[in-house]
């Protein structure tokens, strides 16, 4: 994308092309991701990002709903509001719930980052290496190497649980960062409960032959 990002101009107000060429006007303050220019750019990497993550959270690796695409968020690694220029690179773009991207999770916040930029000197290396984030970077990691999410559910009964697969350095930062265990939800019991559940259902189903 050949635009400065870091001195952008919103090109609004424009006459639509429609009907009598009514002013259209944009409220995104010069800043670049939140323009109406790049509406249908935002629309083909929210494609490409679900396909990627298998529309499944990048961190917490919760199922995106297929159709509530409002609350399924592309989240920007390193924040734009302090790496502009990064606001649109597909190295820093990964897709999250909204709960991850938001809030008491990860928000603005620029504590994960071991290197952070200073005076808008970019430095793609670095900014990109892993060495330059505290937790897991769910793009250049796959997360479910090192946790993943199980997940049972029978009409209201729920049981999730996060499993350790290969200890990280920065696996405990990662849990803590995304508060992943307060997503854990039933008792053993209760997964033993729901698998006995679904099995009465549809083991009836299976061929006999696998």
Request: glycine share 4%; charged share 30%.
């Amino acid at each position: 994308m050949n635009i400065n990002l870091l001195n952008y101009t919103c090109p609004y107000p424009k006459k639509s092309s429609r009907g009598k060429g009514r002013n259209i006007n944009c409220k995104c303050g010069n800043e670049p991701w939140s323009c109406k220019e790049f509406f249908y750019v935002k629309k083909q990497i929210k494609v490409k990002l679900k396909k990627e993550f298998d529309n499944t959270c990048a961190f917490c690796q919760r199922a995106l709903a297929e159709d509530e695409d409002i609350i399924i968020d592309i989240e920007h690694v390193l924040p734009k509001h302090k790496y502009v220029n990064y606001s649109f690179d597909i190295r820093n773009l990964v897709i999250s719930c909204r709960r991850c991207n938001t809030g008491a999770q990860k928000g603005t916040r620029t504590d994960f980052i071991n290197y952070l930029i200073q005076n808008d000197q970019y430095n793609a290396s670095i900014d990109f290496s892993l060495d330059n984030y505290k937790f897991i970077h769910p793009k250049y990691e796959n997360t479910r190497d090192f946790y993943e999410l199980e997940c049972l559910q029978a009409g209201r009964a729920v049981f999730m649980r996060y499993t350790i697969n290969k200890e990280h350095p920065k696996l405990e930062y990662t849990f803590d960062f995304f508060n992943l265990k307060k997503l854990e939800r039933g008792s053993l019991e209760d997964c033993a409960r729901i698998m006995k559940k679904l099995n009465s259902k549809f083991l009836k189903y299976l061929p006999e032959k696998i």
